[in-house]
């Protein structure tokens, strides 16, 4: 009996300490970390081509960090991230998830990223006497409507600002709008009250200044990450990043870079952030239309374009690679254009390009996605070397149809005599070409521009 119940306990802890290695061998299996987070102009957005926000920053940090690539899983419905984290579709959910009691039932925290308040939003009166006064006291609500964002994390402090009011508050709980929605909406005189994070509401009142945030919703909370309960080795990797980046200032730069920033105003005016439009660059009508040529999706092509010029007319390197896709004079010649060509021009001699190099890569890499791959290699370094390096790839044993960590490898390192030695790339590559991580780039923005800007022009 005691031999069983040894057994037992033995058993138990061994499969513990298994459970605790799923989740990073999970991801280190799968090659990239998954990671949920919503959709504003705090946390992930595209402004004039680059992707940016404070929960983006941060997951790439924990994404170097744990050193594999990033994914974004993005919706503007809360309950549907934690419904992708139950079900281990992703690996971790980034939002500023209180730490309560309630919480830990379905979800593990990280340490606490931070603190802040839930507050109530109304528009400051105009003084033409025909705005509603103030409300100054949650005792003096009126029967009103509260909008709230939808969000089971918050549900509990909703609950205490409605008895708050004594019951008089009537809270509508919205699924498709962010926390800057609704400040937009009381702003401009769409709805009289919401809910928000004290430091969203405060960042976002730089714009919407006619807002009125004084009024305390629920007391001051810790925030962090959350991960699944079977994700403890994920949860203790994580806790050590965020000591790390706390420790060393990094975290705090990344939160005064968005919550203490001026040009967030600037972001919110513009016609090329992804919150105010589906647009991306002034060229996004030509590149959709002679990217159908290619049979890419636009998107993928304007990633590319932001690599070699970020949408800027007129670029010549010192090599003298020019306009918005950055051709050499001899390759754009051979295409029909120059650098005084229009950018309508230059994008559809840079598509015709990419078209020559697909017909130059061999018919045996015949998944669409590694094509893509070695075309977008190509076109950076030139069809003769990728070749080159794909006939090595083959030599020493690894896959000569595959990019990543293989003929990617071969590219880098160069030398005849030993490919496995040190790279001898700096002797063999101008100083023009950014070869490592140039298809990643590439790829990791083109996913970044898929989650955030729509394959359908406005």
Avoid at 116 to 139: A, E, F, I
Avoid at 177 to 195: H, P
Avoid at 313 to 340: C, H, W
Wanted: proline content about 4%.
């Amino acid at each position: 009996m005691l031999a069983a119940i040894a057994f037992g306990i033995s058993w138990k802890f061994f499969n513990r300490e298994e459970q605790k290695t799923d989740s990073l061998r999970r991801i280190q299996e799968r090659g990239y970390l998954i990671a949920l987070t919503d959709r504003n102009t705090l946390n992930y957005f595209v402004y004039r081509g680059e992707p940016m926000g404070y929960q983006l920053e941060l997951l790439e940090s924990f994404a170097r960090y744990l050193k594999v690539p990033l994914r974004i899983i993005s919706a503007d419905d809360i309950n549907r991230l934690e419904y992708y984290l139950f079900y281990n579709a992703a690996d971790l959910i980034a939002l500023n998830i209180p730490l309560s009691r309630q919480g830990k039932k379905n979800i593990q925290y990280s340490l606490p990223f931070g603190e802040t308040r839930l507050v109530l939003v109304q528009k400051k009166p105009s003084g033409n006497g025909t705005d509603p006064p103030l409300v100054k006291s949650l005792k003096d609500f009126p029967t009103d409507t509260v909008y709230v964002r939808s969000n089971p994390f918050l549900s509990p402090m909703y609950h205490h600002f409605y008895k708050e009011t004594r019951g008089r508050a009537v809270l509508k709980e919205v699924r498709d709008k962010s926390q800057e929605d609704l400040i937009r909406q009381v702003s401009k005189g769409l709805i009289r009250f919401a809910i928000c994070q004290e430091n969203v509401a405060m960042a976002f009142k730089r714009y919407y200044y006619n807002t009125d945030i004084s009024v305390l919703a629920f007391p001051l909370f810790f925030y962090g990450w959350g991960v699944n309960h079977e994700s403890d080795s994920l949860r203790m990797m994580l806790d050590s990043w965020l000591t790390t980046i706390k420790r060393t200032g990094e975290y705090k730069q990344i939160y005064l870079d968005y919550f203490d920033n001026q040009r967030l105003a600037r972001f919110m005016q513009s016609g090329f952030c992804s919150m105010n439009t589906n647009r991306l660059s002034p060229f996004d009508e030509s590149i959709q239309k002679y990217s159908i040529a290619l049979s890419w999706d636009w998107r993928l092509v304007a990633s590319l374009i932001y690599e070699e010029s970020n949408f800027r007319q007129g670029q010549v390197s010192k090599y003298n690679a020019s306009g918005l896709m950055q051709l050499m004079p001899e390759t754009a010649a051979r295409f029909g254009i120059d650098s005084a060509s229009t950018p309508a021009r230059q994008i559809e001699g840079g598509v015709k390009y990419l078209r020559y190099l697909d017909t130059q890569i061999p018919d045996e890499i015949t998944n669409p996605l590694e094509r893509i791959n070695f075309v977008l290699a190509a076109y950076n370094v030139g069809i003769g070397r990728v070749l080159a390096a794909r006939e090595k790839a083959g030599q020493y044993g690894r896959d000569k149809n595959r990019w990543n960590r293989h003929v990617d490898y071969y590219l880098l390192r160069r030398s005849k005599k030993n490919p496995h030695g040190l790279t001898d790339t700096m002797n063999t590559f101008t100083g023009d070409y950014k070869t490592e991580g140039f298809v990643d780039d590439i790829i990791t923005r083109y996913y970044h521009y898929r989650n955030l800007i729509s394959e359908r022009l406005n």
